[in-house]
């Protein structure tokens, strides 16, 4: 079993829709929490950076973390068809420096 | 300000050679990570540099290598070059000082894709 569990899709919504992921994982030390966005052929980019459980939000993402649950979740709301992407979650426990340990990501299409 | 820039962008090798690949942080990062990703495995953490020190290192083989100057730019050397290790390598930099904090996330570069013949 992975550390990190993301279902891969693929998604596909309709533009305005509301976009629903999550990963669970199974070390009870993560401590920091991360969401990146990858378009093809290109790096992967910080959307949202959680520590910790609770909610956070940033525009149109909403990012929340269950620690009780191992879950986590990335909410796009008013999807746009910019929005289609690999969007990856990722962590790490508190003081292992950068050592993160990455979902698969899931692949998500936004149809106009 | 200028993102973290990887050269080259692309690579084509034989298996048994040897690669150097480079990467140069944003300005003021001090910290630089390498992270593998492949469609199989997905993203994997090879090793971290900071101040020229390498931090922390992933579970790969000894024939990954890396190191960083003194101006923070890194370099990650693959020897003996398998099949397998055809991949996206891409390159992240932080503000990390000594110890991670929450305000010091990783900024990835676009990546060197990798395919070994």
């Known amino acids: 079993q992975k550390e990190v569990e993301q279902d891969p899709g693929p998604l596909s919504v309709p533009e305005g829709a509301i976009v629903s992921l999550n990963c669970t994982y199974s070390?009870?030390?993560?401590?920091?929490f991360m969401w990146y966005r990858q378009y093809s052929r290109k790096g992967p980019e910080l959307l949202m950076y959680?520590?910790?459980?609770g909610n956070k939000e940033d525009g149109r993402f909403t990012a929340q973390v269950d620690k009780s649950s191992k879950y986590i979740s990335l909410f796009i709301r008013d999807s746009q068809p910019s929005d289609s992407a690999t969007y990856l979650c990722?962590?790490?426990?508190?003081?292992?420096?950068?050592?993160?340990?990455f979902g698969a990501g899931t692949t998500v299409t936004v149809r106009a | 300000k200028a993102g973290v820039t990887q050269t080259p962008r692309y690579l084509i090798k034989t298996r048994g050679q040897q690669v150097t690949l480079s990467c140069s942080p944003i300005s003021g990062h001090r910290s630089v990570s390498w992270y593998q990703q492949t469609p199989g495995q997905g993203l994997q953490f090879l090793f971290e540099y900071f101040s020229e020190t390498q931090r922390n290192k992933g579970n790969f083989p000894g024939r990954f290598s890396g190191r960083q100057f003194s101006n923070s730019r890194s370099e990650m050397n693959v020897s003996t070059l398998e099949l397998g290790d055809s991949a996206l390598y891409l390159c992240?930099?932080?503000?990390?000082?000594?110890?991670?904090?929450?305000?010091?996330?990783?900024?990835f570069g676009n990546g060197t894709r990798l395919t070994v013949t």
């Open positions: 959680t520590y910790s459980s």
């Open positions: 990722a962590m790490s426990e508190t003081g292992d420096d950068y050592k993160l340990s």
């Open positions: 070390n009870s030390a993560f401590q920091y």
């Open positions: 992240a930099s932080s503000l990390s000082s000594v110890k991670r904090s929450y305000n010091s996330p990783l900024h």
